[in-house]
């Protein structure tokens, strides 16, 4: 079946720096879709990407829908301690019915 | 006002019972999902109905029967809970081709 592989697992960051994540796949996605996480909580979109090559930005957050449509990453700049959760990629293939997760990004930053 | 609202939160219960989860959507989504997140924090799709029909279908053990009686409800009930079935399940709902939100999620615990 279709598979994300999504890395790093885990990232250790003081507050201040910059992060980036990514996300690939043996299979083409129509869309990308980001989320975060907050402990208790349900996942919440960050960024969405519809088109091959798009690169979106909100706010400290950018995410790119890769030319291959294999791929995609997530760049936060300038962290700040409420950044910390699980950040999820999201694939969407034809359809748009079935969404496949990556394992999740736990991002943890010191103040 | 909650978009994606979840009962109960919280679910313990001994092996063998049967339980149920609510979920109700204001949104107006006719799409509407399960997942089942793992202590890994794994997020799995289970299953997801459109237009009260079920589309998907993933591989659930047929003791998880999902019943939706209208487009704003998607209820979930296990028979004979197992140990392996404690998780968090979210419940979320999307227009098709959209993003999906996500509900607060029920933690079970299977003693």
């Known amino acids: 079946g279709q598979q994300l592989n999504q890395s790093p697992q885990s990232m250790f960051i003081q507050e201040g720096e910059d992060v980036s994540m990514n996300c690939t796949s043996s299979s083409i996605f129509n869309t990308w879709l980001w989320y975060k996480q907050d402990p208790g909580e349900g996942p919440v979109l960050l960024i969405a990407l519809y088109k091959a090559g798009e690169l979106t930005s909100n706010g400290r957050l950018t995410a790119q829908f890769g030319i291959t449509r294999k791929d995609s990453f997530l760049n936060i700049s300038a962290s700040i301690p409420s950044d910390v959760g699980i950040y999820f990629c999201a694939g969407q293939g034809t359809g748009g019915f079935k969404t496949i997760f990556g394992a999740g990004t736990r991002l943890f930053v010191k103040a | 006002d909650t978009a994606v609202s979840q009962t109960p939160k919280y679910l313990v219960t001994q092996m063998g019972n049967d339980k149920s989860i609510k979920c109700e959507q204001n949104?107006?989504?006719?799409?509407m999902y399960w997942y089942k997140q793992d202590s890994k924090k794994f997020l799995k799709i289970m299953f997801s109905?459109?237009?009260?029909?079920?589309?998907i279908n993933e591989t659930v053990p047929n003791r998880f029967s999902p019943k939706s009686p209208d487009k704003a409800h998607l209820n979930l009930h296990i028979n004979s809970l197992e140990l392996g079935d404690s998780a968090v399940y979210f419940c979320?709902?999307?227009?098709?081709?959209?993003?999906?939100?996500f509900g607060p999620g029920t933690r079970l615990t299977v003693l």
């Open positions: 109905y459109n237009n009260k029909e079920l589309i």
């Open positions: 979320a709902s999307s227009q098709v081709w959209d993003e999906q939100f």
């Open positions: 949104l107006g989504h006719d799409t």
